[in-house]
């Protein structure tokens, strides 16, 4: 299969990487040192085992030079989607099948949902209308991304643990290029599911990612520290429930209880949220994929959300601090 990776982080670059070494045409979209790596040295995965990789990919700066592709995978930050949305059209046939693995919730959210906001356009995720317009959601496949990664070193993917991706179509429906499509992740070693309710296995996602993922961006803890400490162990767990009161009312169903997702980041270990890897990397932060969209969403159902207020504000303020100062905040050993 044709296959466009854009954005070749820690999930594309993992998921790119795979991809090829299964015998899959693997373009990869990146730009400045890690792009330039690839091109010359390939794409090096190394596995939780220690085992490594070089992955042979094509790699370019643009979806024009990209071209035409079977399946494009929007691995990029949601806040760096409007960019490629413009250019998109040049990777679309007919039958390409768009995939989107961003963290948080997803602008189509409301998309093909069928409930009474059906094709809502969240202000948060999508303020301009530039995803809505240019990005077909006919061709959309929503996947979850559990695994945990981490960009080493231009053109090195460190993957840390987990290898599931399950996906489903926007509005639960079976359909053959689903099925398609996993077997395309079996394939590439990667275990998946098709899911007749790809929304609550998002907000299950979410439950992490709008706690952990601040948290440990503020006090720049890894996840067993923060499931470790009682007071942040707790104020997870208050955001969480918090995130479920919205959840719920928009007919969302959680299948594992809090405390059983925190157990579950726990054992993870000492691993660094991608918002930690931003913020040592003074990259600008996914503030309202991973917080803004949920709060904005207790708006529509009438839901106070106060512990995922305070810790937005907090984020935000440093991501605009990091912005405005122009880089990022690290903890090092004293002298």
């Given at each position: 299969?044709?296959?466009?990776?854009?954005?070749?982080?820690?999930?594309?670059?993992?998921m790119?990487?795979?991809?090829?070494?299964?015998g899959?045409?693997?373009?990869?979209?990146?730009?400045?040192?890690?792009?330039?790596?690839?091109?010359?040295?390939?794409?090096?995965?190394?596995?939780?085992?220690?085992?490594?990789?070089?992955a042979?990919?094509?790699?370019?700066?643009?979806?024009?030079?990209?071209?035409?592709q079977?399946?494009?995978?929007?691995?990029v930050?949601?806040?760096?989607?409007?960019?490629i949305?413009?250019?998109?059209?040049?990777?679309?046939?007919?039958?390409?099948i768009?995939?989107?693995?961003?963290?948080?919730?997803?602008?189509?959210?409301?998309?093909?949902?069928?409930g009474?906001?059906?094709?809502?356009?969240?202000d948060?995720?999508?303020?301009?209308?530039?995803?809505?317009?240019?990005?077909d959601?006919?061709?959309?496949?929503?996947?979850?991304?559990?695994?945990?990664?981490?960009?080493?070193?231009p053109?090195?993917?460190?993957?840390?643990?987990?290898?599931?991706?399950?996906?489903?179509?926007?509005?639960?429906?079976?359909?053959?290029?689903?099925?398609?499509?996993?077997?395309?992740?079996?394939?590439?070693?990667?275990?998946?599911?098709?899911?007749?309710?790809?929304?609550?296995?998002?907000?299950?996602?979410?439950?992490?990612?709008?706690?952990?993922?601040?948290?440990?961006a503020l006090?720049?803890?890894?996840?067993?520290?923060?499931?470790?400490?009682?007071?942040?162990?707790?104020?997870?767990?208050?955001?969480?429930?918090?995130?479920?009161?919205?959840?719920?009312?928009?007919?969302?169903?959680?299948?594992?209880?809090i405390?059983?997702?925190?157990?579950?980041?726990?054992?993870?270990?000492?691993h660094?949220?991608?918002?930690?890897q931003?913020?040592?990397?003074?990259?600008?932060?996914?503030?309202?994929?991973?917080?803004?969209?949920?709060?904005?969403?207790?708006?529509?159902?009438?839901?106070?959300?106060?512990?995922?207020?305070?810790?937005?504000?907090?984020?935000?303020?440093?991501?605009?601090?990091?912005?405005?100062?122009?880089?990022g905040?690290?903890?090092e050993?004293?002298a």
């Amino acid at each position: 299969m044709k296959i466009c990776v854009v954005g070749a982080g820690a999930i594309g670059g993992l998921m790119g990487a795979k991809l090829a070494l299964a015998g899959n045409d693997v373009t990869i979209i990146d730009k400045g040192a890690h792009l330039e790596a690839i091109a010359k040295n390939g794409l090096k995965l190394i596995w939780e085992d220690g085992g490594e990789h070089i992955a042979q990919v094509k790699a370019v700066d643009s979806a024009a030079a990209a071209g035409p592709q079977d399946l494009v995978i929007l691995a990029v930050k949601a806040h760096f989607l409007e960019q490629i949305a413009r250019e998109s059209e040049a990777m679309m046939r007919p039958d390409t099948i768009i995939m989107t693995v961003q963290n948080g919730l997803p602008w189509w959210y409301f998309h093909k949902q069928g409930g009474e906001h059906d094709g809502k356009r969240l202000d948060s995720l999508d303020p301009t209308g530039i995803l809505t317009k240019h990005i077909d959601t006919d061709r959309i496949i929503g996947c979850v991304v559990y695994p945990g990664a981490a960009v080493t070193a231009p053109g090195v993917i460190q993957h840390v643990e987990g290898d599931r991706f399950p996906i489903g179509e926007l509005d639960g429906s079976e359909s053959e290029r689903a099925s398609k499509l996993l077997a395309l992740l079996e394939d590439a070693g990667f275990r998946s599911r098709i899911l007749d309710d790809i929304r609550s296995e998002i907000w299950l996602k979410a439950w992490g990612n709008l706690s952990f993922n601040p948290i440990s961006a503020l006090t720049h803890a890894t996840l067993v520290s923060i499931c470790q400490f009682a007071e942040t162990r707790q104020l997870a767990a208050d955001m969480m429930r918090e995130a479920q009161d919205i959840a719920e009312a928009l007919g969302v169903t959680f299948r594992h209880t809090i405390e059983k997702r925190i157990a579950g980041a726990e054992s993870v270990g000492a691993h660094k949220t991608s918002m930690l890897q931003d913020v040592e990397a003074g990259r600008s932060l996914e503030t309202e994929a991973l917080i803004g969209s949920i709060l904005e969403m207790g708006k529509m159902v009438g839901k106070q959300a106060p512990s995922i207020k305070a810790v937005y504000a907090c984020v935000k303020l440093l991501n605009k601090e990091m912005l405005l100062q122009g880089g990022g905040v690290r903890v090092e050993h004293a002298a």
